[in-house]
């Protein structure tokens, strides 16, 4: 640690979070060197400290050190910048090579903690370095460019933005000269573009944002042959900026006049390479850093907690949506040798930049800057920069097709309005990208492009789209492509050595990821159609195996969104979109003269209607004789506008009635088709109550019997009343639980909404069983019970978090008995806190009941793969219904001290809050955790135990008997490998503590129990109530430390926990003669047991030295003194006490 005269040099010029913290090396050396300059120089004349300091330069290291100290004084005194910027012109002979490399170093690895002065001071230097034409100090500015685009606070950046911006525009011949191919154009025009639209509408920084508007034409005018080297990247640039008049202007002249810009055609500006030197400096060095360890060191799941932490540092500012769309085109071109490591890094990490943007303008953005390549792809473009895009595709195909289908919908939309003129040249460059794909994928692109999952009428944008490489009208349909096939199919993947940066033909390697944030949630709790618009009726059903793959994840709150997911009615994320396939490019800066918009959301409203005329027509083709007549009549009668909803349940009634009599000659093709068509004609099930608004929340239907009445006046509950007050094991409940499963497979809603129908029986005290119609219902449909649930609630969850909270107390209730880790994880993770309130009152009154004994272990194993949120809930609904610590003693020895803090932490809480006498089972699982200096659960829960006096007794007698057993069956020494143990295996901890995890099948070692007591002498003794004193000094604890000691096989832990046995020496000594000893606490954790081996110079008079407090002692607690030591004999392995009994 530097002295603090040195730290306050270091805090000069760099912010220190602690003064205590070690300072960076750098700064560190910066301010060393600063001081042997101060020395030597301070009181003299400028000119006589110039000859000092060319005498300490010499040559070599030391000038570089000179010039080291200062550029430290140039950067903390602006007060005297020009007295040490000329001694940097007397010693740099070398055309300012070396001071430039110092400044390299203090921008790459100093810059995101320098102080506000030193950051000015850095402006300052380049207006001067300018002034004096130094060389090559363009690349150096070009560095502090590329410091906007990282960390720090958002007004010091817009504070250099402004000095960077000004200093480039009074300097207009020196940017004039600057050689061809310079970086500092090419970055400066990047990064630029982004602040303007960063800094937004506000006044205040208008004249910021014009100034940069300035220079960003200037350049591009100045400077076209630099600016052309960002290829297609100046393209995005312009499209996103073409709002503002000059860079609308500036447009116009690349359309018409594209010669002044050194092109031959306009088309040139997007299909044109980008400079591989302007990808690697397109962010922050400290940001490419991060990036770089997170491709190449971190993996799922660990990549998401990594991430949390990077948008929580690099993501928060107002440039936030610019700089995920940077660190995106980052990613796309980021290269290692091999390639094949980083294929799975890449996908998920450019996942997670997606669905953190916010829904809207700036996750359009980022599909953008995803599909560019694609959209304007030449030869050059390397395959590592286009593969990602298929390979996300999969991802979300397994995980959350929604986002799949907004993904493709995008480009397809996008294609034929982005840029009219270019639509084809367009069209035929995402044709030529998909060709390298198609080669390495092989079979499995039809597979993907066609899969199930994907909307039908993207599946047929996409068919117009590549339609080389789908299959064509006469072959397989979309439906027949199952989701497996996503999965099962391998992946041709190229060598690594086929990698060059400029070739078309590179590595092809694909991830199906096996976890990822969920995509777009919405927690607003607005709901006005539940009627699930992703998976519309008529959609081919899926198998089991696909619809179990299709269940929607939900394993990251932190993804989940305020805003409603993006156009959630026309069944798409896709939310700048059109009614009629045109996208709102004003979104992207565009002038509405580009855009082909002449559809209205009338026409739409009539494609929909058709699409469903349409699908109803292919179901009644599927009828026969009767079945047909019937569905044709209730079609006519549907049309009718004057229909109320009391006559279509009529309908609806008629063919549940039909069913009933016609069920031995009703097959699955008949309930398939009846299926699609009643999803069709029964249409969405919506909030159809008086004063109810668009969005509202289903729970606003339960306000009253009236509001309740009119809900479950849809069509729909008229199926759900046949099927729940039908008489068990009649024919018509097994022909209307398929018709239900049938529907269910086309609309994941169904289920959900038949909770809410039966729960609002049972509080019209009607007795349904929800548990035997829900399970008949998931068998039917090929799944599990609980797992259908799961996916309900996790649907739920996101959709409608008010019902979600209006129905889990029902759910508990009636699956009472089905009740599993992963049901509770689903609850934990979409509850919020005014539910979370609620269920505890439910529990507290006894209307719930969660946890049993026989699974509560299991519950806590699975909790830990939780995020902490979700643990605590879990937690929180352990103390709610007071779950006995017996229960969960078992799960404590196999929690894991590093990655299992949450659940030991309120395991401690639990014991603080004990109001019984621990067990010895409880103390054996206690005592059962490895010893580590890196965990310190045990000594912290025998700790918070001995704090209550009653229960101190019980732990000592606890574990003095659990010595004395250890001794009697000669149980001594861990097993090698496991002392000190930083980290044990749950599957190894469950084998080590038995098959049922019963305390009586554990191993407990002395060794094992010596070390742990041995960490609590550590750490505990000497503290203000002196529990721990009195803990050790009960005659439990005094009798079996002695018995171990004594014990001829205990022989060799004698020297290893020499430390404990002085303790309790010199507690037994001090308890029988307060004043007959010289030993002390203090001296002996100071590894002294006796006065004679400190020095004679150093000791202090008998009686000054300190002994332990004489009212240490509790009256009531301790029993009479003993005899000074107690004398043991073992006999044939049992344990003979000779001294006086308690």
């Not at 699609?676 to 009253?704: C, R």
């Not at 861990?974 to 009586?1000: E, V």
């Not at 004489?1110 to 301790?1118: E, S, W």
């Not at 000074?1124 to 344990?1135: C, D, I, M, Q, V």
Request: glycine share 4%.
């Amino acid at each position: 640690m530097a002295d603090p005269e040195m730290l306050a040099r270091v805090c000069a010029l760099v912010n220190m979070r602690n003064r205590a913290d070690n300072p960076n090396d750098n700064a560190l050396n910066m301010a060393v060197q600063s001081t042997n300059v101060a020395a030597k120089i301070n009181g003299l004349s400028d000119k006589e400290a110039s000859d000092i300091l060319l005498k300490m330069a010499g040559d070599g290291p030391s000038r570089e050190q000179v010039l080291l100290g200062l550029l430290f004084h140039f950067l903390t005194k602006p007060s005297e910048y020009q007295k040490w910027l000329n001694h940097m012109t007397v010693l740099s002979p070398d055309q300012w090579y070396t001071v430039l490399c110092h400044m390299n170093m203090v921008l790459i690895e100093l810059y995101p903690k320098l102080q506000e002065v030193a950051r000015n001071q850095i402006i300052v230097f380049f207006r001067e370095g300018i002034k004096m034409n130094i060389p090559k100090i363009d690349n150096v500015i070009m560095n502090l460019v590329r410091c906007l685009n990282g960390s720090g606070d958002w007004q010091s950046k817009l504070r250099t933005s402004s000095g960077l911006t000004n200093l480039l525009l009074e300097n207009e011949p020196w940017v004039a000269s600057l050689k061809p191919g310079a970086l500092l154009a090419q970055v400066s025009i990047a990064t630029f573009a982004h602040l303007i639209i960063d800094l937004g509408n506000a006044p205040v920084n208008e004249p910021l944002k014009q100034s940069m508007v300035n220079l960003v034409v200037y350049l591009i005018r100045l400077r076209p042959q630099d600016s052309q080297m960002l290829g297609r990247d100046l393209g995005l640039i312009l499209l996103r900026l073409s709002k503002i008049a000059q860079i609308s202007a500036l447009w116009k002249e690349y359309v018409s006049e594209p010669n002044k810009f050194h092109l031959n055609t306009f088309d040139e500006l997007f299909f044109r390479s980008v400079h591989p030197q302007f990808h690697q400096n397109r962010v922050a060095p400290e940001i490419a850093r991060k990036v770089e360890f997170m491709l190449l060191h971190v993996k799922q799941p660990q990549l998401e907690k990594y991430f949390e932490w990077f948008s929580n540092a690099y993501l928060r500012d107002p440039d936030a949506s610019s700089m995920r769309a940077e660190l995106i085109r980052y990613i796309l071109y980021f290269t290692v040798k091999d390639m094949n490591l980083i294929v799975e890094s890449r996908v998920h990490l450019i996942n997670l930049l997606l669905v953190s943007a916010a829904v809207g303008a700036e996750q359009q953005w980022c599909k953008m800057v995803l599909w560019m390549d694609w959209m304007f792809y030449e030869p050059s473009v390397p395959y590592y920069a286009i593969e990602p895009v298929i390979a996300l595709i999969r991802f979300y195909l397994n995980l959350h097709h929604p986002f799949a289908n907004s993904i493709l919908e995008f480009v397809c939309k996008t294609v034929p309005v982005l840029h009219p003129p270019l639509a084809e040249s367009m069209k035929k460059a995402i044709n030529q990208a998909m060709r390298p794909i198609a080669d390495c994928y092989q079979g499995s692109l039809v597979a993907i492009l066609e899969n199930s999952r994907l909307d039908k009428a993207i599946r047929e944008e996409v068919r117009k789209l590549w339609k080389d490489f789908v299959r064509s009208d006469e072959g397989p349909t979309a439906s027949e492509v199952k989701s497996e096939d996503v999965k099962e199919k391998p992946v041709k993947s190229p060598s690594s050595s086929a990698i060059q940066s400029n070739s078309g033909s590179n590595i092809a390697q694909t991830s199906s990821g096996t976890s990822a944030a969920p995509v777009e949630k919405s927690r607003s709790g607005s709901f006005s159609i539940v009627m699930n618009p992703q998976l519309k009726p008529g959609h081919s059903s899926e198998s089991a195996a696909s619809r179990k793959a299709a269940k929607l994840e939900t394993e990251n709150p932190a993804n989940w969104k305020e805003e409603k997911p993006a156009a959630r009615s026309t069944g798409t994320a896709f939310s700048n979109v059109h009614p009629s396939g045109g996208v709102k490019m004003e979104q992207f800066g565009l002038d509405e003269e580009m855009i082909d918009d002449e559809s209205s959301d009338e026409v739409e409203q009539e494609r929909e209607k058709q699409r469903r005329e349409q699908e109803l027509a292919q179901a009644i083709e599927g009828l026969r004789g009767e079945w047909r007549d019937i569905v044709e009549g209730m079609r006519e009668n549907f049309k009718s506008a004057e229909l109320d909803m009391y006559e279509k349940s009529e309908g609806v009634q008629k063919i549940l009635q039909k069913l009933l009599d016609d069920d031995s000659d009703v097959d699955d093709d008949v309930i398939e088709n009846l299926a699609q068509a009643l999803l069709v004609l029964i249409g969405p099930v919506t909030l159809s109550i008086e004063g109810a608004n668009e969005g509202d929340s289903l729970v606003v239907a339960f306000e009253s019997k009236d509001t309740t009445d009119q809900f479950f006046n849809h069509s729909l509950f008229v199926i759900f009343r046949n099927l729940c007050f039908t008489a068990e094991n009649e024919p018509i409940q097994r022909t209307i639980v398929s018709l239900i499963a049938s529907m269910r497979d086309r609309d994941e809603t169904i289920t959900y909404l038949l909770l809410v129908f039966m729960k609002s029986g049972i509080e019209s005290q009607m007795k349904v069983d929800a548990n035997a119609i829900y399970k008949e219902i998931a068998d039917c449909c090929g799944k599990n019970e609980i797992d259908m649930l799961c996916e309900d609630l996790a649907y739920i969850s996101v959709e409608d978090f008010q019902l979600f909270g209006y129905l889990v107390p029902y759910v508990l209730d009636q699956f009472q008995a089905q009740i599993n880790p992963d049901l509770i994880g689903a609850i934990c993770k979409g509850i919020d806190g005014a539910q979370l309130h609620d269920l505890v009152g439910e529990i507290a009154i006894e209307n719930v009941t969660i946890f049993r004994k026989d699974s509560m272990s299991a519950m806590i194993t699975a909790s830990l793969d939780w995020e902490t949120t979700s643990q605590w809930i879990f937690w929180q609904l352990v103390n709610a219904e007071g779950v006995p610590i017996d229960w969960i003693a078992p799960s404590i020895p196999k929690l894991n001290a590093e990655k299992h803090r949450e659940a030991l932490t309120n395991i401690l809480l639990l014991l603080r809050r004990m109001d019984r006498d621990p067990s010895m089972s409880l103390m054996r699982y206690i005592l059962a955790r490895q010893p580590s200096k890196d965990d310190r659960f045990t000594v912290n829960a025998i700790k918070i135990l001995i704090d209550d006096v009653d229960i101190a007794n019980k732990v000592a007698e606890h574990i003095g008997g659990l010595i004395r057993k250890t001794i009697s069956a000669g149980d001594i020494l861990m097993p090698q490998g496991t002392a000190n143990s930083t980290s044990t295996s749950l599957r190894d901890m469950s084998r080590k503590t038995g098959r049922a995890g019963s305390a009586s099948h554990m191993k407990l070692p002395l060794e094992q129990v010596l070390a742990h007591m041995e960490n609590f002498t550590n750490l505990c003794l000497t503290k203000g109530k002196k529990m721990a004193e009195q803990f050790l000094a009960k005659n439990y604890i005094q009798d079996a430390i002695a018995a171990a000691k004594s014990f001829e096989k205990a022989a060799p832990l004698r020297n290893r926990y020499q430390q404990l046995f002085t303790v309790i020496e010199i507690l037994n000594d001090e308890k029988d003669n307060a004043t007959g000893t010289s030993r002390t606490l203090r001296g002996n954790r100071n590894n002294t047991s006796s006065s004679s081996m400190m020095p004679s110079s150093t000791r202090e008079p008998k009686q000054k030295r300190r002994n332990l407090d004489d009212d240490i002692y509790d009256k009531d607690d301790v029993a009479p003194p003993k005899p000074k030591r107690a004398a043991t004999e073992l006999t044939g392995g049992s344990y003979i006490d000779l001294s006086d009994s308690d």
